[in-house]
Protein backbone atom coordinates (compact mmCIF):
# COMPACT_ATOMS: atom_id res chain seq x y z
CA UNK A 1 0.00 0.00 0.00
CA UNK A 2 1.14 3.35 -0.33
CA UNK A 3 2.68 5.88 2.38
CA UNK A 4 3.27 9.41 2.18
CA UNK A 5 5.77 10.85 4.73
CA UNK A 6 6.28 14.58 6.00
CA UNK A 7 8.52 16.19 7.78
CA UNK A 8 9.08 17.89 10.62
CA UNK A 9 5.24 17.60 11.71
CA UNK A 10 5.77 21.33 13.57
CA UNK A 11 8.85 24.15 12.79
CA UNK A 12 9.23 27.23 14.34
CA UNK A 13 11.30 29.72 12.85
CA UNK A 14 12.19 33.32 12.47
CA UNK A 15 11.66 35.94 9.79
CA UNK A 16 14.70 35.95 7.34
CA UNK A 17 15.61 32.58 7.79
CA UNK A 18 15.50 29.60 5.22
CA UNK A 19 12.77 26.50 5.14
CA UNK A 20 13.23 23.61 3.71
CA UNK A 21 9.98 20.66 4.16
CA UNK A 22 10.36 17.30 2.73
CA UNK A 23 7.89 14.66 1.15
CA UNK A 24 8.38 11.15 0.38
CA UNK A 25 5.62 8.56 -1.26
CA UNK A 26 6.36 4.89 -1.26
CA UNK A 27 4.14 2.22 -2.84
CA UNK A 28 3.93 3.75 -6.20
CA UNK A 29 5.85 4.95 -9.41
CA UNK A 30 5.89 8.25 -10.87
CA UNK A 31 2.96 10.00 -8.96
CA UNK A 32 1.84 13.85 -9.40
CA UNK A 33 3.10 15.90 -6.00
CA UNK A 34 1.88 18.54 -4.88
CA UNK A 35 2.55 21.39 -2.25
CA UNK A 36 -1.04 22.91 -0.47
CA UNK A 37 -0.71 25.84 2.30
CA UNK A 38 -3.64 26.29 4.48
CA UNK A 39 -3.77 29.59 6.97
CA UNK A 40 -5.31 29.00 10.14
CA UNK A 41 -9.75 28.41 9.20
CA UNK A 42 -8.83 28.58 5.65
CA UNK A 43 -9.38 26.63 2.45
CA UNK A 44 -6.53 24.60 0.63
CA UNK A 45 -4.62 26.80 -1.74
CA UNK A 46 -2.01 24.95 -3.98
CA UNK A 47 1.04 26.01 -4.34
CA UNK A 48 3.29 24.04 -6.74
CA UNK A 49 2.36 20.49 -8.32
CA UNK A 50 4.96 18.12 -10.18
CA UNK A 51 4.05 15.73 -12.38
CA UNK A 52 7.98 14.22 -13.22
CA UNK A 53 11.28 14.84 -11.69
CA UNK A 54 12.43 17.87 -12.33
CA UNK A 55 8.78 19.30 -13.63
CA UNK A 56 8.01 21.65 -11.04
CA UNK A 57 4.97 23.99 -12.07
CA UNK A 58 4.10 27.20 -9.63
CA UNK A 59 0.38 28.28 -8.69
CA UNK A 60 1.15 31.34 -6.62
CA UNK A 61 3.93 33.79 -6.80
CA UNK A 62 6.06 33.84 -3.51
CA UNK A 63 9.23 33.49 -2.23
CA UNK A 64 8.80 29.59 -1.99
CA UNK A 65 9.93 26.81 -4.17
CA UNK A 66 10.34 23.38 -4.57
CA UNK A 67 12.18 20.87 -6.16
CA UNK A 68 11.37 17.18 -6.97
CA UNK A 69 14.98 15.52 -7.09
CA UNK A 70 14.06 11.86 -7.33
CA UNK A 71 10.41 9.91 -8.16
CA UNK A 72 8.74 10.10 -4.76
CA UNK A 73 10.40 12.97 -3.24
CA UNK A 74 9.33 16.48 -3.16
CA UNK A 75 10.89 19.27 -1.22
CA UNK A 76 9.54 22.71 -0.59
CA UNK A 77 11.63 25.36 0.10
CA UNK A 78 12.45 29.26 0.92
CA UNK A 79 15.52 31.10 1.22
CA UNK A 80 13.96 34.01 3.59
CA UNK A 81 10.87 33.40 5.65
CA UNK A 82 8.53 36.04 5.84
CA UNK A 83 5.68 36.17 8.78
CA UNK A 84 2.98 35.04 6.04
CA UNK A 85 4.51 32.13 5.69
CA UNK A 86 3.10 30.81 8.27
CA UNK A 87 0.60 27.94 8.14
CA UNK A 88 0.03 24.15 7.70
CA UNK A 89 2.04 22.83 4.87
CA UNK A 90 0.51 19.81 3.58
CA UNK A 91 2.30 17.38 0.75
CA UNK A 92 -0.03 15.49 -1.38
CA UNK A 93 -0.01 12.38 -4.13
CA UNK A 94 -2.07 11.59 -7.02
CA UNK A 95 -1.77 8.62 -9.69
CA UNK A 96 -1.51 10.23 -13.20
CA UNK A 97 -4.70 10.27 -14.77
CA UNK A 98 -8.32 11.82 -15.06
CA UNK A 99 -9.83 11.50 -11.34
CA UNK A 100 -6.44 13.01 -9.70
CA UNK A 101 -7.61 11.76 -5.84
CA UNK A 102 -4.98 13.21 -3.01
CA UNK A 103 -3.89 11.70 -0.87
CA UNK A 104 -2.43 13.83 1.87
CA UNK A 105 0.80 13.56 4.39
CA UNK A 106 -0.08 14.42 7.93
CA UNK A 107 1.26 17.92 7.33
CA UNK A 108 4.05 20.72 8.55
CA UNK A 109 3.23 22.92 11.09
CA UNK A 110 5.23 26.70 10.53
CA UNK A 111 5.17 28.97 12.46
CA UNK A 112 7.10 32.30 11.60
CA UNK A 113 7.81 34.59 14.02
CA UNK B 1 -11.90 29.24 -10.27
CA UNK B 2 -12.71 27.33 -6.89
CA UNK B 3 -16.20 25.95 -6.49
CA UNK B 4 -17.86 27.62 -3.98
CA UNK B 5 -19.41 25.73 -0.73
CA UNK B 6 -22.15 26.45 1.11
CA UNK B 7 -23.34 26.51 3.99
CA UNK B 8 -20.09 27.65 5.61
CA UNK B 9 -20.27 26.15 8.58
CA UNK B 10 -23.59 24.21 10.28
CA UNK B 11 -23.85 22.82 13.58
CA UNK B 12 -25.92 20.20 14.73
CA UNK B 13 -27.00 17.83 17.37
CA UNK B 14 -26.26 14.46 17.35
CA UNK B 15 -29.09 12.15 14.91
CA UNK B 16 -29.54 15.46 13.13
CA UNK B 17 -29.11 15.22 9.46
CA UNK B 18 -26.78 17.76 7.55
CA UNK B 19 -26.55 18.80 3.69
CA UNK B 20 -23.69 20.36 2.17
CA UNK B 21 -23.44 21.70 -1.42
CA UNK B 22 -21.03 22.47 -3.53
CA UNK B 23 -21.04 24.70 -6.96
CA UNK B 24 -19.20 25.50 -9.97
CA UNK B 25 -19.31 28.78 -12.77
CA UNK B 26 -17.47 26.12 -14.78
CA UNK B 27 -18.32 22.74 -16.00
CA UNK B 28 -17.77 20.03 -13.28
CA UNK B 29 -16.25 16.45 -15.12
CA UNK B 30 -15.41 15.09 -11.22
CA UNK B 31 -16.16 16.03 -7.98
CA UNK B 32 -14.28 14.90 -4.90
CA UNK B 33 -15.29 15.39 -1.36
CA UNK B 34 -12.67 15.18 1.45
CA UNK B 35 -12.92 15.79 5.48
CA UNK B 36 -10.39 16.89 7.89
CA UNK B 37 -10.42 17.05 11.53
CA UNK B 38 -8.80 19.63 13.57
CA UNK B 39 -5.22 19.86 13.23
CA UNK B 40 -5.15 16.90 10.67
CA UNK B 41 -4.92 15.96 7.29
CA UNK B 42 -7.85 16.14 4.93
CA UNK B 43 -9.13 12.55 4.04
CA UNK B 44 -10.70 11.23 0.99
CA UNK B 45 -14.21 10.43 1.55
CA UNK B 46 -15.01 9.75 -2.46
CA UNK B 47 -15.17 11.07 -5.76
CA UNK B 48 -18.16 11.11 -8.14
CA UNK B 49 -17.25 11.25 -12.15
CA UNK B 50 -20.66 10.97 -14.40
CA UNK B 51 -23.48 12.91 -13.73
CA UNK B 52 -26.58 11.61 -12.05
CA UNK B 53 -23.53 9.32 -9.72
CA UNK B 54 -24.79 8.90 -5.96
CA UNK B 55 -22.54 7.15 -4.22
CA UNK B 56 -22.36 6.47 -0.29
CA UNK B 57 -20.83 5.02 2.50
CA UNK B 58 -23.15 4.15 5.58
CA UNK B 59 -24.36 7.57 6.39
CA UNK B 60 -22.36 9.69 4.28
CA UNK B 61 -23.41 10.48 0.91
CA UNK B 62 -23.17 11.98 -2.31
CA UNK B 63 -24.73 13.21 -5.66
CA UNK B 64 -23.66 14.80 -8.73
CA UNK B 65 -25.14 17.03 -10.91
CA UNK B 66 -23.75 18.01 -14.02
CA UNK B 67 -26.16 20.07 -15.86
CA UNK B 68 -26.26 22.56 -12.35
CA UNK B 69 -22.68 22.06 -12.34
CA UNK B 70 -22.80 21.13 -8.31
CA UNK B 71 -22.60 18.22 -6.04
CA UNK B 72 -24.14 17.99 -2.46
CA UNK B 73 -23.24 15.46 0.51
CA UNK B 74 -25.81 13.87 2.66
CA UNK B 75 -24.84 13.68 6.27
CA UNK B 76 -27.87 11.35 8.07
CA UNK B 77 -28.34 10.59 11.75
CA UNK B 78 -24.95 12.53 12.24
CA UNK B 79 -22.59 10.98 14.79
CA UNK B 80 -19.87 13.07 16.91
CA UNK B 81 -17.34 11.55 14.79
CA UNK B 82 -18.62 13.30 12.04
CA UNK B 83 -17.41 16.83 13.02
CA UNK B 84 -14.92 18.76 10.91
CA UNK B 85 -14.13 20.75 7.90
CA UNK B 86 -15.51 19.11 4.47
CA UNK B 87 -14.12 20.22 1.21
CA UNK B 88 -15.10 19.40 -1.92
CA UNK B 89 -12.46 19.72 -5.32
CA UNK B 90 -12.76 19.53 -8.88
CA UNK B 91 -10.31 19.88 -11.54
CA UNK B 92 -9.68 22.87 -13.59
CA UNK B 93 -7.48 23.18 -16.80
CA UNK B 94 -4.36 24.48 -16.44
CA UNK B 95 -1.22 25.10 -18.36
CA UNK B 96 0.06 22.92 -21.14
CA UNK B 97 -3.43 21.06 -21.13
CA UNK B 98 -3.14 19.87 -17.70
CA UNK B 99 -5.51 20.16 -15.02
CA UNK B 100 -4.85 20.48 -11.67
CA UNK B 101 -7.08 20.54 -8.42
CA UNK B 102 -8.82 23.11 -6.69
CA UNK B 103 -10.88 23.10 -3.19
CA UNK B 104 -14.08 24.90 -2.16
CA UNK B 105 -13.13 26.81 0.91
CA UNK B 106 -14.33 24.38 3.20
CA UNK B 107 -17.86 23.95 5.87
CA UNK B 108 -17.04 23.69 8.92
CA UNK B 109 -19.47 20.63 10.65
CA UNK B 110 -19.65 20.38 14.45
CA UNK B 111 -22.02 17.78 15.95
CA UNK B 112 -22.74 18.54 19.51
CA UNK B 113 -24.12 15.43 22.29
Known amino acids: SQTIHQWPATLVQPVGSPLSLECTVE??????LYWYRQAAGRGLQLLFY??????ISSEVPQNLSASRPQDRQFILSSKKLLLSDSGFYLCAWSLTGATDTQYFGPGTRLTVL | QQPVQSPQAVILREGEDAVINCSSS?????VHWYRQKHGEAPVFLMI?????EQKGHEKISASFNEKKQQSSLYLTASQLSYSGTYFC??????????????FGRGTSLIVHP
Open chain 1, 50 to 55: SVGIGQ
Open chain 1, 27 to 32: GTSNPN
Open chain 2, 89 to 102: GTLISASGGSYIPT
Open chain 2, 48 to 52: LLKGG
Open chain 2, 26 to 30: KALYS
